[in-house]
């Protein structure tokens, strides 16, 4: 299921505290990204959505505090949209993505090559 840009801010958060309550997400917004720290009521709205329809976190109650944590990987969610942005806007076609990025000079040949490089590693050790 797609997650709103507000949402994927919430989750990218959480993917970096591991386990936290809603406290722990507006603190960190405030001290690690320089946001103003946002209503606790806006937060906890986003990660209720997030657990309760979306299921990408679970949580576990401490009498009324809320103790979040993901229940999908940051490598899985990434995996996921990178996968619904090939089929969505390059026919399903990884090399049309590549080509794509090269073209518009987004990935340089060179870069290219070390990605290669790393293609043929992970090759060797499976």
């Known amino acids: 299921m797609?997650?709103?840009r507000?949402?994927?801010e919430i989750m990218q958060i959480i993917w970096e505290l591991g386990r936290c309550t809603v406290s722990d997400i507006r603190n960190y917004m405030e001290t690690e990204m320089g946001m103003?720290?946002?209503p606790h009521?806006?937060?906890s709205?986003?990660?209720r959505i997030l657990d309760d329809k979306k299921g990408y976190l679970g949580h576990k109650a401490y009498g009324r505090t809320y103790e979040y944590f993901p229940l999908i990987s940051k490598k899985e969610y990434s995996k996921?949209?990178?996968t619904k942005l090939v089929n969505d806007y390059f026919d399903g076609s990884m090399n049309s993505l590549v080509s794509f990025m090269v073209k518009e000079n987004d990935l340089k040949t060179s870069e290219l090559g070390e990605l290669l490089?790393?293609?043929d590693e992970a090759d060797e050790d499976e």
């Open 6 to 8: 507000a949402e994927e």
């Open 2 to 4: 797609k997650l709103t």
């Open 45 to 47: 709205t986003i990660v």
């Open 80 to 82: 996921n949209s990178l």
């Open 41 to 43: 009521s806006s937060v």
């Open 36 to 38: 103003k720290k946002p």
């Open 117 to 119: 490089d790393q293609l």
